[in-house]
């Protein structure tokens, strides 16, 4: 049988490289700067780890090596994000973050020579950020084809007007990825939208506040476009082509979050494990309770679940094929498996848990977020539902929209 589990060669030693990389040089030097025993400031410390991490060639995995990066496809990727977040700054640092991951992506398919030049080069080189600014706070953000922000044709210019929020990533981003209408009275609601190359410079780009979220500030930013002019070679991608661009981002996206969040889940995963087998309570411990075992092995059964959703969907990826239905059962079961698990790993930790003594208080913060962004758990749900019906009322059967696996 074709089916193989097993990575190549070259694909396992990055992988294995990432974890050695990051236990010997990374969190040895953060620990020292959080437990005050090293006067380095912190950022000064993620940027000269960040340059170890290029000249070992760890860097940037997700894009062609002709561009700087490592060349590998998105089951590489999978493994190495899997093992980066794990640790400290781990996706920033090997240059594979969100949202210029996914923003990197965008450029290299849909940008031009000179706008890849301009724009993608610097993001690669992690000499630049970027941001993707599509959320409205009027409209539903899983929802695009509401979009309200516009962009008017004046002369050789784009003319941009409107209001967005849950801009990750805008601060000190150089530039931002503006979905806004182009096309209002298009008959297809999804052809109204085009994208823009935004400078954070420009005038009227007013960046209004940081949005708080229950994980505190500094991530999601609310921004005006006050009559922001972009020259019409900003456009990226075709006019009309909004929709389109957001949709080919986010897919691939998607998986990115349940790539990361993977790591997560077998961190938080583990800790309930060796809680439990070092608590004594009520005469045993925890972990000879039936109790804390089902936690332990539904939490097992979910993550295995969710690696092999993954790693499939990952390879309809990279071999071309429709993966519409696999991404959503992918977000929305690994999310939710996320979400569990580190629930429960708080359980068992008690009181600890909560504290701020460990980290799975902020995890679980984290987690909660997880089921929300990038569609959330009921439009997930919906386009799966939509998805089956298809599959049958096309087909006769709904094996295309459950994996068209030959089972």
């Known amino acids: 049988m074709a089916i193989d589990f097993t990575f190549p060669p070259e694909i396992d030693d990055a992988r294995l490289l990432v ?14 700067i959080r437990s005050g025993n090293s006067k380095e400031d912190f ?46 700054m781990g996706p920033y640092i090997i240059n594979c973050q969100a949202p210029d991951e996914g923003n990197m992506h965008t450029l290299l398919h849909f940008g031009t020579d000179e706008q890849k030049e301009n724009w993608l ?31 008017v044709e004046d002369g050789d210019e784009w003319v941009i007007n409107g209001h967005k929020w849950f ?22 609601a999804q052809a109204r939208n085009s994208a823009f190359i935004v400078p954070t410079d420009s005038p009227g780009f007013e960046m209004v506040r940081d949005v708080r979220t229950m994980g505190g500030g500094g991530g999601h930013a609310e921004i005006k476009y006050n009559n ?55 005469g045993s411990l925890l972990s000879e309770k039936q109790g804390i075992q089902w936690m332990m092995s539904e939490s097992a059964l979910e993550l295995y679940a969710s690696k092999l959703m993954v790693l499939h969907c990952a390879y309809k990826i990279e071999n071309g094929m429709d993966f519409r239905s696999e991404v959503s059962m992918a977000k929305h079961h690994v999310a939710n498996t996320l979400w569990k698990v580190t629930d429960r790993a708080l359980q068992v930790h008690g009181a600890l848990g909560y504290s701020d003594d460990s980290p799975l208080a902020q995890m679980l913060i984290s987690a909660r977020w997880s089921r929300i962004a990038d569609g959330s758990d009921e439009v997930h749900l919906m386009r799966i539902a939509d998805m089956v019906m298809r599959s049958y009322n096309e087909t006769g059967s709904i094996n295309h929209a459950v994996g068209d696996l030959p089972v």
């Open 228 to 282: 922001v002019r972009v020259p019409r070679e900003n456009m990226l991608g075709e006019r009309g082509g909004g929709h389109k661009l957001g949709q080919v981002r986010l897919g691939p996206a998607r998986l990115a979050h349940c790539m990361r969040w993977l790591g997560q889940i077998e961190q938080a995963l583990e800790m309930l494990v060796d809680r439990a087998q070092k608590r004594f309570a009520h």
């Open 43 to 88: 950022w000064v410390a993620v940027k000269s780890l960040r340059d170890q991490a290029k000249n070992q060639g760890l860097w940037a995995p997700h894009m062609p090596e002709e561009w700087g990066g490592m060349g590998f496809g998105i089951t590489a990727v999978a493994a190495m994000s899997a093992e980066a977040v794990k640790y400290t």
């Open 19 to 32: 974890t050695k990389f990051f236990t010997e040089n990374v969190e040895p030097r953060i620990a020292a």
């Open 121 to 151: 080069k610097p993001l690669i080189e992690g000499t630049a950020r970027s941001c993707f600014s599509m959320t409205e706070p009027e409209t539903a953000g899983s929802d695009p084809t509401q979009i309200k922000t516009q962009a």
């Open 167 to 188: 801009t990750s990533g805008a601060h000190g981003a150089k530039f931002a990825i503006v979905i806004a209408k182009t096309d209002p009275d298009a008959e297809i």
